[in-house]
Nanobody
Framework: QVQLVESGGGLVQAGGSLRLSCAAS????????MGWYRQAPGKQRELVARIFSGGSTNYGDSVKGRFTISRDNAKNTVYLQMNNLNPEDTAVYYC?????????WGQGTQVTVSS
């Protein structure tokens, strides 16, 4: 069983930055990938960013150039650095991991961007 715990959400003004963290209960080097998704009220959950075991990354179109995903294997933690935030980034952000063909989710952390 994998447990994912997010932190770092909060309220920020447009143009500001936040860094989200996702701490995993096990060694993340065993995971096929880890990533971040978000869900705004009334909208479907969407991919924000993923980082694969080999280090490659992919991003949702709306965050490219503004968000950066990274990981610290020693701390079993994945980060999402979010810059130049805008109100459309307001959502609950969820950490996601794929391990042994199973998908795991964190409980989510709220990010609110004020205009």
């Amino acid at each position: 069983q994998v447990q994912l715990v997010e932190s770092g959400g909060g309220l920020v003004q447009a143009g500001g930055s936040l860094r989200l963290s996702c701490a995993a209960s096990g060694s993340i080097i065993r995971f096929n990938f880890m990533g971040w998704y978000r869900q705004a009220p009334g909208k479907q959950r969407e991919l924000v960013a993923r980082i694969f075991s080999g280090g490659s990354t992919n991003y949702g179109d709306s965050v490219k150039g503004r968000f950066t995903i990274s990981r610290d294997n020693a701390k079993n933690t994945v980060y999402l650095q979010m810059n130049n935030l805008n109100p459309e980034d307001t959502a609950v952000y969820y950490c996601n991991a794929d391990f042994v063909a199973k998908n795991y989710w964190g409980q989510g952390t709220q990010v609110t961007v004020s205009s």
